[in-house]
């Protein structure tokens, strides 16, 4: 086996929810150059579309397919299933990436937010996996599973609330249920993993990643120097959907830049000076 058949997916089918934008884009992008039919799915059916394209005329040799897809609601969840079996008997590959966020300080953090942050990341992911179930077990074998990909955060790992108290819940609840389903469905040949990235330039992260010097200032506050790149994103992808990723399961994949094992101050360093 080559380096190159360890990452390659051609023939693959996979879904990327929230794949128009931040972190789904980077994924997407690195299953088509991969060599997999990828389907594009959000709330922006009209952005999907426009991704797609772009995708399409890389010169890759994967393809990709954009159209609109919610899944905040039960109907959603259904209706991007259905959508998903139209096109495809089989589906490979899961991205569970879908997600939303909501800051505000913990006086003031409203109640609304619970519910309208957990509907997405967690209801959501498990709503759309147990939907596809039937899907992703038509396209999984012994040697070579179904892979599901959630999307965690490096803040559902260490105890950041940052102010996005929902969001740091929602996915450390992510990344439990990531564990649960590894285990649940590994009879069924389908592995379940989930990426906890650090800070990535996103729609979600604008506020503190679009201009460049306040980039480099959170970049700075990272173990290893800067914010996530692209290729950080579809190198993990290629990993856990990919040959070499056939034997893993159950795995919370750490891509923030060493910000998941950062402590607080050495207590000792003072006093032994």
């Not at 569970?96 to 959501?124: H, I, M």
């Not at 450390?172 to 389908?190: G, N, W």
């Not at 800067?226 to 990919?242: K, N, S």
Request: glycine share 12%; proline share 5%.
């Amino acid at each position: 086996m080559t380096p190159q058949t360890l990452f390659d997916l051609s023939g693959k089918v996979a879904l990327v929810t929230g794949g128009a934008t931040g972190i789904g884009r980077m994924a997407a992008e690195g299953l088509v150059r991969a060599g997999a039919r990828v389907l594009i799915a959000s709330r922006k059916g009209d952005a999907c579309t426009a991704v797609a394209e772009e995708l399409n005329v890389l010169g890759a040799p994967g393809s990709a397919e954009g159209f609109a897809g919610d899944v905040a609601s039960e109907d959603g969840v259904k209706a991007l299933a259905a959508e998903v079996g139209e096109r495809s008997d089989a589906l490979h590959i899961l991205m569970n990436n879908a997600g939303r966020s909501w800051g505000a300080p913990l006086d003031e953090f409203p109640y609304d937010a619970w519910d309208k942050v957990l509907r997405l990341n967690l209801t959501g992911l498990f709503a759309l996996t147990q939907a596809l179930l039937p899907r992703l077990e038509a396209a999984a074998s012994d040697d070579d599973p179904a892979r599901v990909v959630n999307l965690g955060s490096v803040m559902g790992e260490v105890p950041m609330g940052d102010g996005a108290y929902s969001y740091a819940a929602s996915k450390a609840a992510v990344h439990h249920m990531t564990r649960i389903l590894a285990k649940e469905l590994a009879d069924r040949r389908i592995t379940v993993n989930a990426l906890a990235p650090g800070p990535f330039v996103s729609k979600m992260t604008a506020f503190a990643t679009a201009d460049p010097g306040m980039r480099e200032k959170v970049g700075a506050g990272v173990p290893l120097g800067r914010v996530g790149r692209p290729e950080d994103i579809a190198g993990a992808m290629l990993f856990l959907c990919g040959r070499g990723g056939a034997y893993v399961t159950g795995a919370v994949l750490p891509i923030s830049g060493g910000v998941n094992v950062m402590t607080g101050p050495a207590l000792f360093d003072e006093a032994t000076a």
